[in-house]
């Protein structure tokens, strides 16, 4: 949808389901998302959204009893059903991944330049000395002073912080076209929360890797990803670049999304806060037609929005949102929600 | 009693009078290690803390893991022992009472826990969880019944439901059950540790608010314990910042978060993202160098020196103490002022 060329992975009408006692659990139900060359994609999404799954798709690492559909695609090239040696040279290589507990990946008893030489070498040969030159380049490229001295250094001697700088100039080792970075600041204090977004904002923009940024912190997603997809009970509800996404949202749960957010730039709203109805949908039993719809303030019922599934409407340039009432929306700002009493 | 007559549903006056009053309260752990258990050092988790909260109103301690806000909500409500110092709840000494006193006083405080996973017994039904603390306290009458399922109106449950199990609610509802458990003794004050931060953020709003109707209904007061400075902002009217067992800022909610004084405040705002595109991209993080010093060797002087950019040879020398900044707002700080990054 947006950028020139050919996508660097294209999603198309993803399916998930994992067997249950009641039934198959939809986690990821219809996803299409292409990710471009050089771009920050954040994907949205509360827990149960289907949001992990989706990126342990992409890389092959679901369990076997996942029941996988639909077309995942690296630079044109088809990877759902491929065997494992295939997609091997593929991680970390061309595709990485920053989980949410990064530093359980850093060996204790060996320095953190070693550590990071080889993730180098298990994927390319080359020699001693332009390899020392790469990880100082690597540790100074996420921000970390004197790097040449601390390249010598164990991880115990790096503070919190530098150690999260260091675990992902490891993921950068070979020059990846694309990081997954999978909740990265979830369950870090604010402070470090503070460092990682500094290298990953270094990373958008020193060098080309396109980052898919997975979060339910749409704090997060402001101020690093230029477009957001929002998911909903495993599939993509909106997708828009990220100012419109926040300013004019066209699905009632990203607006409503937004509206419940509290700010720390804002004081308390006298009166009941906004917030959406009900619970999210069992993934055993998803609702008929829109999965959102018995949350919605705006639904029709009981059609279209209780019958039919919604398609993806084109609101706007490289902006679309699965729903029916998506002309109802127009012009509505998530503060004129928040200004609504409940 | 000549009391004027209010409209029923007006909130009522908030009176001066202090509902709780923490002075100079210490915690000290000892390292004990070798055969005979000797100690081998004392940790310090709480170095003196003090602040008081008028009935009615919201006290939040803030900060990062390990800065003793726990560990100080653990002694107001004498669940560990304090090292010196002294609680007072409605002028009670809390410390000093006797058991049958303590007894009493703590049927008036009462404590809701961050995990609605963890803090409720899988075996008990939701009904018998609520009933519990009356049982305990030989308050289960033949009105019991009645009783719980009047707690399950107030905090929005469905009184149906008393017969189930907690496995057969949602998250938010789940904590609905454990405010419902805490009201149960009809408590002056409730101790609201992270009430939200294991919820959603479109089940956040909904708890948020029953939080708030309750406090102005019962005229109850709020002990709140949380990371998360967004969501604080919503419910606090006073706020205080621990920093490795000392409170290093405190004040109303809307001069710390509109005018934070000390480094260490201007750097935890700063690193709060905002879900705000345009504001997020001008807002500038405070990176904070090295880790949380230990608390069993606690730097000299000011404890947060060793990280601070403000830091001069005497916040090495001498402790600065919780000044007045201006009438309620206090600082411990040798040079506050305003965040240059601001």
């Known amino acids: 949808m947006s950028g020139g060329g050919a996508p660097l992975l294209t999603i198309e009408d993803l399916h998930v389901d994992f067997p249950t006692d009641d039934g198959p659990l939809h986690a990821v139900d219809g996803l299409s998302v292409d990710i471009h060359d050089n771009e920050v994609l954040g994907i949205v999404g509360e827990s149960g959204s289907g949001k992990t799954v989706a990126a342990l798709a992409i890389l092959g690492l679901l369990p076997k009893r996942a029941r996988i559909q639909g077309s995942v695609r690296w630079r044109g090239t088809e990877l759902l059903g491929r065997p494992e040696r295939d997609l091997e040279p593929l991680r970390g290589e061309e595709i990485a991944i920053v989980f949410q507990d990064a530093l359980a990946a850093l060996n204790p008893v060996m320095t953190v330049g070693r550590q990071i030489a080889e993730a180098i070498q298990v994927h390319h040969r080359i020699e001693t000395a332009e390899r020392a030159r790469r990880v100082v380049a690597l540790l100074d490229l996420v921000g970390i002073p004197d790097p040449t001295t601390r390249a010598d250094q164990y991880p115990h001697e790096f503070s919190g912080g530098m150690r999260q700088r260091a675990m992902l100039a490891m993921a950068l080792a070979n020059d990846p076209a694309l990081l997954i970075a999978d909740e990265p600041t979830t369950a870090l204090d604010v402070t470090l929360q503070a460092q990682v977004l500094d290298v990953l904002e270094r990373i958008r923009d020193r060098t080309g890797t396109s980052i898919l940024l997975i979060t339910h912190d749409l704090g997060v997603v402001a101020g690093l990803a230029e477009r957001v997809l929002v998911l909903y009970a495993g599939r993509a509800v909106e997708e828009a670049p990220v100012d419109e996404l926040f300013a004019a949202p066209r699905h009632p749960y990203t607006l409503g999304l937004l509206a419940s957010l509290p700010r720390l730039d804002r004081p308390p709203r006298q009166g009941p806060r906004f917030r959406i109805p009900g619970q999210p949908p069992s993934l055993v039993r998803r609702p008929a037609g829109c999965a959102f719809h018995p949350r919605c303030a705006f639904a029709a019922l009981p059609t279209p929005c209780a019958t039919e599934r919604p398609d993806d409407v084109d609101v706007g340039p490289n902006h679309r949102a699965a729903c029916h009432r998506v002309d109802a929306l127009a012009g509505i700002t998530p503060d004129d929600l928040a200004a609504e009493r409940p | ?342």
């Not at chain 2, 609520?130 to 009047?150: E, S, T």
């Not at chain 2, 002990?223 to 290093?248: E, F």
């Open chain 2, 1 to 342: 009693m000549s009391s004027p007559s209010v409209a029923p549903d007006a909130k009522p006056a908030r009176s001066d009078s202090a509902m709780l009053e923490v002075q100079d309260l210490v915690k000290d752990f000892p390292i004990r290690s070798g055969l005979r258990r000797g100690t081998r050092g004392r940790v310090s988790a709480v170095a003196g803390v003090s602040f008081t909260v008028p009935r009615g109103q919201t006290f939040a301690l803030v900060g990062e893991s390990g800065c003793g806000k726990s560990t100080t909500a653990r002694l107001v409500l004498r669940l560990v022992p304090a090292t010196s110092g002294t609680v007072h709840v409605d002028g009670v000494d809390v410390l000093r009472a006797a058991p049958a006193d303590l007894r009493r006083l703590r049927s008036r405080m009462q404590i809701v826990y961050q995990d609605p996973y963890a803090s409720l017994n899988p075996r008990l039904s939701a009904g018998a969880i609520v009933a519990d603390p009356l049982r305990v306290h030989g308050r289960f009458k033949a009105d019991g019944p009645a009783r719980v399922r009047a707690l399950f109106e107030r905090v929005g449950l469905d009184p149906v439901d008393v017969h189930r199990y907690p496995h057969e609610f949602s998250g938010g509802q789940r904590q609905r059950i454990g405010i419902a458990r805490a009201l149960a003794l009809e408590p002056d004050l409730l101790v609201l540790d992270e009430p939200v931060s294991a919820l959603d953020v479109s089940i956040q709003a909904g708890v948020l608010n029953l939080l708030d109707e309750l406090q102005r209904t019962r005229n109850l007061t709020y002990l709140l314990i949380a990371h998360d400075l967004a969501a604080v902002r919503q419910l606090a009217d006073l706020v205080g910042v621990m920093y490795l067992g000392k409170l290093v800022e405190r004040g109303p909610a809307d001069r710390l978060y509109n005018e934070p004084q000390h480094p260490y405040t201007q750097a935890l705002l700063s690193a709060v993202p905002v879900p705000d595109p345009p504001v997020e991209r001008r807002r500038r993080r405070i990176l904070l160098e090295g880790d949380l010093p230990s608390p069993t060797a606690p730097p000299s002087g000011c404890r947060f020196r060793t990280r601070c950019w403000r830091a001069q040879p005497i916040c090495a020398e001498r402790e600065p103490p919780l000044e007045s900044h201006t009438r309620e707002h206090r600082v411990a700080c040798f040079f506050p002022g305003p965040d240059p990054a601001r």
